[in-house]
């Protein structure tokens, strides 16, 4: 008989098994020590398939509310709303012309929670589209995209892409007045696009027109495969974080309990330099009492629970407010979609409303030009702006934040006036109807608005010395350009695209 | 810090999802059902029924009607619709008026005939009064008629004299189809007004509308004077009285775009405008003719061929007329004799037993 | 530090009540409440149109409803409970022609793979003053339903 490593034969290894089952079971799926020691707080970051993402010590400027606003997590909390809601709704929801009304109806009336579904679903889209939106201003003006961190920005500009095109895909399910216009509108913008523009609307409805194919295909990019590609770029995007060494942060003072520093050396270099690319991992920390209490090296703090807890408060009180705000407010559904009966205005959805808007003064320019430029302009900032100075201040420096102010005010009085002169005139159009229509293309809100922000940006920058700078001011610029425009285009216009204050009353009820 | 916000954001999420839930499980039509059953209890001695009312849970109840492509919910709040003993309750507890029975609402649900949201199970949803987005709230007093005019295409409509005024007023009186066109009829100097009834509300000019802005409204203000609803209408004022107007309404909003399958259709049969007295004529035949012989009337009569009491429900004008021309032609293997009726008397007979309860 | 504490109970306490209550809406959400299928509840005529001592056969609904004489209607299921067959009318009772399965009048199975009786239904009258066979409700063999 062959005793164990304990010494026991069959019926004893037995019984001592049986008796420890359940703690070994739980020590092998609970791989981490309690965490009310720094080792095992550090081993659960590392253990848990979910908590690996979070590096295990952040540094405490990262955990400042006011540094970064939240805004990355709560897109994020947003998108994870968006899949689950959006998956329990793909339980009733048919992407059929003559059912998918129906069954919004269904939502409203039948379905238990059914209706809340529906409203935290749009609502968190919507949320999402501005919170992509925002935390993309913010990384701008806190200069976290400079070096190392360049290709995150790009990947960041991605999933704003990704975004965008979720919001829109989803947009046409509904399959009411509001839906099927939007979307007809949206993809008549899409065909300005030269040489492949009419090529890829044809590809994107399955057909000249939106209809069934249209809807089958919009419902699996939106369920399918703009989901999986999102989490995919997404993943690519938090990695990126971490092999850039974590969120940045503004270099400040070093704290009082900081180390000494060594003396230099004749050459005069700092022999420990701060080195922003460390990653903070396990190998950092060391066994037995740590020389300061709830202080890591640098300023440091252990991200279980500093990090993990601030997470989870925040994605409390994302779900909250939107749980409170669909509960209140009912997401829109007009009448079913009918391809005889224009809606007037036919308004895309409020993200491109702003686009919507240049293309009244453009197609080319406002539908084509400017947007192809704009993506192609955020995604080159990083390699254009390459100083690590300011990194972690927001609007750079004082000077910048007056240059911002500045350029946020002027802006609004140019989109402002060049509005006011294209109503009142109807633009080289209206003045000139014999105008060539490259001439119209040159001269217009849209391409002015666009020479004003390159003015703009040459000028501040000849002024200030600044690259920095005058970034900061044709960014607020584009970003205050592009609010404007939008509010314009949602509250202000009318039954075919005329001007209507917002206490004027439209002429069809 | 952290903690008071975090315990205060997770109470707050508690409390939302309370609520959530009581919003969830808080339903209008649960009210009126155990109103509807607490009420059954009452008026009824039948040991049977009363078992069956215990055993009733709340629920959803619909009419599913695949020729009309739509689901009617109505029922889930107007309980009572089928029972006679509710005929005094104030709805939704109402009993239904008679002619359900010869639109039984299987077959034709609720919202063919009223009009309003039928996927709806809210009072406010189902379009009792006016509803945002929702364009054919429930049809009120006479434009009730205007319903029937998507099946009873015939001149003259039972039970919808203002319809059938409008229908005779269209062709003889104001002679509109000189310019207009119904399904392909008339003239084209005019919109075509085959569908006109469903045209979407923002595709009238209500800009010099005096009155409300709904399109009964338009049409009624219309009709009154063209031009000054319509500046550059060439339609002429044929001087409409108020109760013309009224009755051409309701025709032009019976000109529907839905889909209405064919085995509901009533065309023009051979019933004529004329023979529209009911049945004094027609009862005297049926006694002549003792057709109580072989048929049982209201419990009465006999088995040889089937009871009469509710035929309207399951036969038309045109197989009643045909079949009482010529019975074993339309029913091959019957034991009902030919009468050699005229075609005066068989429409008389066919009048007297649709009108039957 | 105990108020920390409590807090942090509070705060836990109320965020995992939280996500079992939103597991419990999850699953009264997939409940289905209206079912787009048709009724299983028959309105299949008026008393008169079955006469006493009648058998008849509603292929629609997938019925044999009976009028029996001073005891009232009953109504028995005409799928064959093997698998789903519709059975035939025989002098003894019913035969379905897929595996060859009898049932004598009453539905009880007589040979053949069936391992259970033809079901009988709920039999009422509706306020319409029409029959209701109500394929959902099983009742015992032999109950008849009187007018």
Redesign the interface.
Do not use: C
């Given at each position: 008989m062959k005793a164990n490593r304990h010494g026991e034969g069959m019926l004893g290894g037995f019984r001592r098994n049986a008796r420890l089952l359940f703690r070994n079971l739980l020590d092998s799926v609970v791989r981490h020590g309690p965490v009310d020691t720094d080792q095992g707080r550090a081993e659960i970051m590392n253990q848990n398939f979910f908590l690996h993402i979070f590096p295990v010590s952040v540094h405490k400027n990262t955990l400042r509310f006011g540094y970064t606003l939240g805004l990355g997590v709560i897109a994020f909390v947003l998108f994870l709303i968006l899949v689950v809601g959006g998956i329990?709704l793909m339980?009733y929801y048919v992407p059929a012309t003559d059912q998918a009304y129906q069954r919004m109806k269904?939502l409203e009336f039948?379905?238990?929670?059914?209706n809340l579904?529906r409203n935290i679903h749009r609502w968190a889209a919507h949320g999402m589209v501005a919170a992509v939106f925002l935390h993309m201003c913010r990384v701008f003006y806190t200069g976290s995209f400079r070096p190392p961190r360049e290709f995150n920005w790009v990947v960041g500009v991605v999933l704003f892409f990704l975004t965008l095109l979720l919001s829109f895909t989803g947009y046409l399910l509904p399959w009411d007045q509001l839906a099927f216009w939007a979307i007809t509108v949206g993809t008549n913008i899409m065909s300005y696009f030269p040489f492949v523009g009419k090529e890829m609307r044809y590809l994107l409805l399955g057909g000249n027109e939106v209809g069934q194919e249209a809807l089958i295909r919009f419902y699996v990019l939106h369920v399918a495969i703009l989901p999986v590609l999102l989490l995919a770029v997404l993943g690519v995007h938090f990695w990126r974080i971490r092999k850039d060494g974590g969120l940045s942060r503004p270099e400040e003072d070093a704290s009082p309990s900081a180390p000494v520093p060594l003396p230099a050396a004749e050459s005069g270099a700092e022999v420990f330099p701060p080195d922003t690319r460390k990653t903070y991992g396990l190998m950092e920390l060391v066994r037995g009492r740590t020389p300061m209490v709830d202080r890591g090296p640098e300023d440091t703090l252990m991200a279980w629970p500093h990090l993990v807890f601030r997470l989870?408060t925040l994605s409390?009180l994302t779900l909250t407010a939107f749980m409170i705000l669909s509960l209140l407010v009912g997401a829109p559904l007009k009448d079913i979609a009918n391809p005889q009966f224009p809606e007037n205005p036919a308004k895309a959805p409020w993200y491109f409303l702003a686009l919507q808007e240049l293309v009244s003064y453009s197609a080319f320019v406002g539908g084509v030009f400017i947007p192809f430029l704009t993506l192609v302009a955020l995604m080159v900032i990083p390699y254009i702006d390459r100083e690590s100075t300011g990194t972690g201040v927001w609007f750079h420096s004082p000077r910048g934040r007056r240059i911002a102010w500045l350029a946020g005010l002027s802006t609004t009085a140019v989109v402002s006036l060049l509005l006011f002169l294209q109503i009142r005139t109807g633009g080289m159009r209206g003045l000139y109807p014999d105008a060539p229509q490259w001439l119209v293309d040159v001269i217009n809100p849209a391409s002015l608005l666009l020479l004003y922000l390159i003015v703009f940006f040459f000028v501040t920058g000849y002024v200030t010395d600044s690259l920095r700078e005058a970034s900061v001011g044709l960014f607020t610029g584009f970003v205050t350009a592009l609010t404007t425009l939008t509010i314009v285009g949602v509250y202000l216009r009318g039954p075919n695209w005329e001007f209507f204050w917002f206490w004027q009353s439209w002429p069809v009820p | 810090m952290v903690?008071?916000i975090?315990?205060a954001?997770?109470?707050l999420?508690?409390f939302t999802?309370?609520w959530?839930?009581w919003w969830d499980y808080d339903r209008e039509w649960k009210r009126y059902q155990g109103r509807y059953h607490s009420l059954l209890r009452e008026k009824t001695k039948d040991e049977?029924v009363r078992q069956?009312i215990e055993r009733a849970r709340p629920?959803?109840k619909?009419i599913?009607l695949r020729s009309f492509a739509r689901?009617d919910?109505c029922v889930t709040c107007h309980l009572a619709y089928?029972?006679?003993?509710f005929a005094d309750e104030p709805e939704p507890l109402r009993t239904h008026p008679g002619i359900?029975r010869h639109h039984p609402a299987?077959k034709f649900g609720c919202t063919v005939c009223h009009s309003g949201q039928g996927e709806a199970t809210t009072y406010k949803g189902a379009a009792h009064q006016e509803l945002e987005f929702w364009e054919r709230p429930m049809w009120k007093d006479e434009y009730l008629q205007s319903a029937c005019g998507k099946c009873h295409k015939e001149a003259s409509v039972p039970g919808a004299p203002t319809l059938s005024a409008a229908r005779v007023l269209y062709r003889e009186e104001f002679a509109c189809d000189v310019c207009h066109k119904i399904e392909g009829e008339g003239g084209s100097d005019g919109p075509d007004l085959t569908y006109v009834g469903s045209k979407p509300l923002h595709a009238f000019d209500f800009t010099y509308v005096k009155g409300e802005r709904t399109r009964p409204r338009w049409f009624f203000e219309h009709f009154k004077d063209p031009q000054a609803v319509l500046p550059f209408s060439e339609m002429p004022n044929v001087d409409m009285s108020d109760e013309q107007a009224q009755a051409m309404t309701v025709l032009m909003l019976s000109l529907t775009s839905e889909k209405v399958p064919p085995e509901y259709l009533v065309r023009e049969s051979t019933l004529r405008p004329e023979l529209a007295a009911v049945g004094v004529e027609g009862h005297s035949l049926f006694e002549e003719k003792r057709c109580v012989l072989c048929h049982?009337l209201r419990?009465r009569g006999g088995?040889l061929g089937?009871?009469l009491?509710?035929v309207a429900s399951r036969r038309n004008a045109d197989w009643l007329f045909q079949h009482f021309k010529n019975p074993r032609q339309v029913v091959p293997g019957s034991r009902m004799p030919d009468f050699h009726l005229s075609d005066a008397e068989a429409n008389e007979l066919t009048r007297y037993v649709l009108s039957l309860q | 530090m105990r108020r920390?504490h409590f807090?942090?109970q509070?705060?836990?306490?109320?965020?995992w009540?939280?996500v079992a209550?939103?597991f419990a809406?999850?699953a009264?959400?997939?409940?289905?409440?209206?079912l787009?299928e048709?009724?299983r509840r028959y309105?299949i005529g008026?008393p008169?149109?079955f006469?006493a001592g009648s058998v008849t056969a509603r292929p629609e609904e997938r019925l044999f409803v009976y009028n029996n004489p001073g005891e009232g209607i009953h109504a028995i299921s005409a799928v064959c409970t093997h698998l789903g067959c519709v059975v035939n009318r025989t002098n003894e009772g019913f035969f379905c022609p897929c595996h060859g399965s009898r049932f004598d009048a009453s539905g009880r199975v007589k040979a053949g793979p069936a391992p259970r009786p033809l079901s009988w239904y709920r039999v009422?009258l509706?306020?319409?003053g029409q029959l209701v066979v109500d394929a959902n409700e099983e009742v015992k063999p032999g109950t008849k339903f009187r007018l």
């Open positions: 329990v339980f269904d039948v379905v238990s929670n059914g579904l989870l409390i | 903690h008071r975090f315990a954001g997770s109470l999420l508690l999802a309370a959530a839930a049977k069956e629920e959803i619909q599913v689901v919910r089928d029972n006679p003993a359900l299987e049982s419990g088995t089937p009871d009491t509710h | 920390r807090l942090s509070v705060g836990w306490g109320s965020f009540t939280t209550a939103m809406g999850l009264r959400t997939l409940y289905p409440n209206a787009y048709p009724s309105k008026f008169s149109d006469p009422s509706a306020f319409d």
